[in-house]
């Protein structure tokens, strides 16, 4: 994950908004993912933006990209205690678009 | 249906045996990858599939060895492993090798070397 960063750790209070956020390193990349994975279980495909695209949003989620920045955000509404889990922010580079690089993961707790 | 299912979902091996991962998907999906998962570490790429052939091997040691037996199934073999290989084994796929659709993932194999 050295080409995709994100913050290590995230706490947010039931009701209130998250917002994960993410750089990448690849101003080729086609595709940008955001996957969730709780704990003992695989990896859940959230959401994915095309990079021509700013702004995609599907229900409580929203997918802001800035490609100037190389900057991905991913706001949760209303978070709830089951969207507690560790989100992955991938992208699809160009030049391998087999492969998806994946930052470290940013590890969401919410609190009552 | 958009799962990908994997069994087992744990497994426990000495050093010395031999076992198998299996990845089964009915979507249609012709890629199909497996993916090595270390404790709070983002997955690492191991192997792609397309259209059962073998097209990526990201110098993964040969005591793992893939094998595609059909567009649904796929298998991880397993031998003379290492303590280090402890880990989750994630299977994925997607419409094809160049993911430019969703790339769905199962919820892994928790495999411990002893």
């Known amino acids: 994950g050295e080409d995709v960063e994100q913050s290590l750790f995230l706490s947010v209070r039931e009701g209130d908004s998250s917002v994960i956020n993410c750089t990448y390193t690849d101003s080729s990349s086609t595709y940008l993912y955001w996957y969730k994975q709780e704990p003992g279980a695989g990896l859940q495909l959230l959401t994915y933006?095309?990079?021509?695209?700013d702004m995609k949003q599907d229900q409580r989620l929203t997918v802001l990209l800035n490609k100037k920045d190389k900057h991905l955000s991913l706001r949760i509404a209303d978070t709830q205690t089951g969207d507690s889990a560790i989100y992955f922010c991938a992208e699809r580079p160009r030049s391998n678009d087999y492969k998806l690089s994946f930052g470290a993961g940013t590890t969401v707790t919410v609190r009552a | 249906d958009t799962e990908v299912t994997q069994t087992p979902k744990h497994l426990v091996m000495g050093m010395t045996n031999k076992k198998s991962l299996k990845c089964e998907q009915h979507m249609g999906h012709r890629a199909m990858y497996w993916y090595k998962q270390k404790a709070k570490k983002p997955p690492e790429l191991m192997f792609v599939y397309s259209y059962e052939k073998l097209s990526i091997n990201e110098s993964v040691p040969s005591r793992f060895s893939p094998e595609c037996p059909n567009s649904s199934l796929l298998n991880l073999h397993l031998h003379a492993l290492q303590p280090e290989d402890s880990a989750l084994y994630l299977c994925?796929?997607?419409?094809?090798?160049?993911?430019?659709?969703?790339?769905?993932f199962g919820q892994g194999t928790r495999l411990t070397v002893v």
């Open positions: 933006i095309f990079s021509n695209m």
């Open positions: 994925a796929s997607s419409q094809d090798e160049r993911m430019n659709t969703e790339a769905f």
